[in-house]
């Protein structure tokens, strides 16, 4: 029986499977041995070339119609493999990254030819796939080599130590100090900050300074709280070992001696405070020099629910401040020379003059991150005025965030490094969008009308920037303010014209 029923559905499989999808029945007959191409219709026709082919031709040409800019797009995917090796645990997930960016490339290059019928796709394909194994090589390799293995517990003993560099923090009524030493017992050289009280620290225990003390140290700490602030990865990264305190007196066996710079941002901090005294000098001292070591946690915190936080901070506000008016005062100057202005382009010495201004005022301010980071785009966007292309792009973006993250990997997880690019790229997009350059358009009206536009724009400007900033405010300090706009619409003006 059971032969029977299997030869019985072997004649009748043409019939079943033409009324099982649609097709008027074939009798076996028609379809004999043989007919010609007798057995090829008994099925029907495999579409599947047919429909890949169309699916890459809406790809394509969704890619020409949108004319999307690859620079850009090579950040995010440079970004990406960054993040990839953050999310990863194991080698082997490393390697599956940077073998799926290679292998998207290479299928690219060997499957569709330069001139083929899918440039785009190509394209795309190469550039997005190498920078994906880019990013995830690259923080790799800055991790393996500049990353520094924590001591393996915490202990107290008397350390000898070079002074690499020193932080005051009169607030706190401490100095930070990051010194080279060797970790007791195994004789590995070893980076450590420590917090030495103010009354113990004399001016002698600068840069270079040879010292000895008595410490407690500890491993760099993780996260309190999951997804809070990581302070061990950042350790990792600065090559730090081991955090801890003094809890002993500083023995000096020879002096330092501050550098130029060093020097320079100590003094200058000096002058704002011994002149204007309390809360204010502290925070002009922290605009003016970059130190923040005087504002209180009262004022800190105050500024932090305001929303106004990254004023405290040398960033874009301050380094373009600085920038724009060294380039108003030479061009408005080197104006008043008729026989200059008529042989110089007088824009193109502006910008190197402002160029200038802000390189030196990034590395016055210590050369932070953020400060460099922001010098950098100020720099792209005068570039970009001198000849003559336009300031705000995304290009230039994408150019800043691919240098930042080229030599700092590691500060993608950073809030610091996604505020400021969420911000700068939320800035970009608004006024970059149709409507908005219809509504900023110059026109002929009362300077009522055209100051009450200015308004609207920067408040339209500071909501936009508010909800692009929300979402990374939320993940990672856990509370978000409801009236930051208006707060910077007040501050950021005042505080451009005070500094």
């Given at each position: 029986?059971?032969?029977?029923?299997?030869l019985s559905?072997?004649?009748?499989?043409?019939?079943?499977?033409?009324?099982?999808?649609?097709?008027?029945?074939?009798?076996?007959?028609?379809?004999g041995?043989?007919?010609?191409?007798?057995a090829?219709?008994?099925?029907?026709?495999?579409?599947?070339r047919?429909?890949?082919?169309?699916?890459?031709?809406?790809?394509e040409?969704?890619l020409a119609?949108?004319?999307?800019e690859h620079?850009?797009?090579?950040?995010?995917?440079?970004g990406?493999?960054?993040?990839?090796?953050?999310?990863?645990?194991d080698v082997?997930?490393?390697?599956?990254v940077?073998?799926?960016?290679?292998?998207?490339?290479?299928?690219?290059l060997?499957?569709?030819?330069?001139?083929?019928?899918?440039p785009?796709?190509?394209?795309?394909?190469?550039?997005?796939?190498?920078?994906?194994?880019?990013?995830?090589?690259?923080v790799?390799?800055?991790?393996?080599?500049?990353?520094?293995?924590?001591?393996?517990?915490?202990?107290?003993?008397?350390?000898?130590?070079?002074?690499?560099?020193?932080?005051?923090?009169?607030?706190?009524?401490?100095?930070?100090l990051?010194?080279?030493?060797?970790?007791?017992?195994?004789?590995?050289?070893i980076?450590v900050?420590?917090n030495?009280?103010?009354?113990?620290?004399?001016?002698?225990?600068?840069?270079?300074?040879?010292?000895?003390?008595?410490?407690?140290?500890?491993p760099?700490?993780p996260?309190?709280l999951?997804?809070?602030?990581?302070?061990?990865?950042?350790?990792?990264?600065?090559?730090?070992?081991?955090?801890?305190?003094a809890?002993g007196?500083?023995?000096?066996?020879?002096?330092?001696?501050?550098g130029?710079?060093?020097?320079?941002?100590?003094?200058?901090?000096?002058?704002?405070?011994?002149?204007?005294?309390?809360?204010?000098g502290?925070i002009?001292?922290?605009?003016?020099?970059?130190?923040?070591?005087?504002?209180?946690?009262?004022d800190?915190?105050?500024?932090?629910?305001?929303g106004?936080?990254h004023?405290?901070?040398?960033?874009?506000?301050?380094?373009?401040?600085v920038?724009?008016?060294?380039?108003?005062v030479v061009?408005?100057?080197?104006?008043?020379?008729?026989?200059?202005a008529?042989?110089?382009?007088?824009?193109?010495v502006?910008?190197?003059?402002g160029a200038?201004?802000?390189i030196?005022?990034?590395?016055?301010t210590?050369?932070?991150?953020?400060?460099?980071?922001?010098?950098?785009?100020?720099?792209?966007?005068?570039?970009?005025?001198?000849?003559?292309?336009?300031?705000?792009?995304?290009?230039?973006?994408?150019?800043?965030?691919?240098?930042?993250?080229?030599?700092?990997?590691?500060?993608?997880?950073?809030?610091?490094?996604?505020?400021?690019?969420?911000?700068?790229?939320?800035?970009v997009?608004?006024?970059?969008s149709?409507?908005?350059?219809?509504f900023?358009?110059?026109?002929?009206?009362?300077?009522?009308?055209?100051?009450?536009?200015?308004i609207v724009?920067?408040?339209?400007?500071?909501?936009?920037?508010?909800?692009?900033?929300?979402?990374?405010?939320?993940f990672?300090?856990?509370?978000?303010?409801?009236?930051?706009?208006?707060?910077?619409?007040v501050?950021?003006?005042?505080?451009?014209?005070?500094?």
């Amino acid at each position: 029986p059971v032969a029977a029923m299997t030869l019985s559905l072997a004649i009748n499989r043409p019939f079943l499977s033409s009324a099982a999808m649609g097709r008027k029945p074939v009798p076996l007959a028609a379809v004999g041995s043989d007919a010609p191409h007798g057995a090829a219709l008994q099925h029907g026709p495999w579409r599947m070339r047919a429909n890949l082919s169309s699916g890459l031709e809406q790809v394509e040409r969704f890619l020409a119609r949108t004319v999307l800019e690859h620079a850009p797009w090579a950040v995010v995917a440079l970004g990406s493999g960054i993040a990839m090796w953050f999310i990863g645990r194991d080698v082997w997930q490393w390697l599956a990254v940077i073998a799926f960016g290679l292998g998207t490339a290479m299928t690219a290059l060997a499957l569709l030819s330069p001139g083929g019928a899918f440039p785009f796709i190509r394209r795309a394909m190469v550039t997005l796939g190498f920078a994906l194994a880019l990013g995830c090589g690259l923080v790799w390799v800055k991790a393996s080599v500049v990353g520094a293995t924590p001591i393996a517990r915490s202990f107290v003993a008397e350390i000898g130590a070079t002074v690499l560099s020193r932080e005051d923090q009169p607030a706190d009524k401490r100095v930070r100090l990051l010194l080279a030493t060797r970790e007791p017992g195994t004789d590995r050289a070893i980076k450590v900050r420590l917090n030495v009280p103010i009354e113990q620290v004399r001016p002698e225990i600068a840069n270079g300074a040879a010292i000895r003390v008595r410490a407690r140290l500890v491993p760099p700490p993780p996260p309190m709280l999951p997804g809070g602030y990581d302070f061990s990865r950042t350790a990792w990264f600065a090559g730090i070992s081991a955090t801890g305190s003094a809890i002993g007196p500083v023995t000096i066996l020879s002096p330092g001696q501050l550098g130029i710079l060093d020097f320079a941002q100590q003094g200058l901090s000096r002058h704002v405070q011994d002149n204007i005294a309390g809360s204010p000098g502290a925070i002009a001292a922290a605009l003016a020099s970059g130190d923040r070591g005087g504002i209180s946690e009262a004022d800190d915190q105050a500024m932090r629910d305001a929303g106004l936080t990254h004023l405290l901070s040398v960033s874009g506000l301050h380094v373009s401040a600085v920038i724009a008016a060294a380039y108003f005062v030479v061009l408005r100057f080197l104006a008043l020379l008729p026989w200059l202005a008529l042989r110089v382009r007088l824009p193109l010495v502006a910008a190197g003059a402002g160029a200038v201004s802000g390189i030196g005022y990034t590395l016055l301010t210590g050369a932070e991150l953020p400060t460099i980071r922001s010098c950098l785009g100020a720099v792209l966007v005068l570039l970009a005025m001198a000849i003559g292309r336009d300031p705000l792009s995304m290009r230039l973006v994408a150019i800043a965030a691919f240098v930042v993250l080229l030599f700092w990997p590691e500060a993608l997880v950073g809030p610091s490094f996604q505020m400021s690019f969420a911000a700068v790229i939320a800035i970009v997009a608004l006024h970059g969008s149709q409507a908005m350059r219809a509504f900023n358009a110059p026109r002929d009206e009362g300077w009522a009308a055209k100051g009450l536009r200015h308004i609207v724009a920067l408040l339209l400007t500071g909501v936009v920037i508010e909800l692009a900033l929300m979402p990374i405010v939320l993940f990672h300090f856990h509370r978000a303010g409801i009236y930051g706009a208006p707060a910077n619409i007040v501050a950021i003006p005042l505080t451009t014209f005070a500094a």
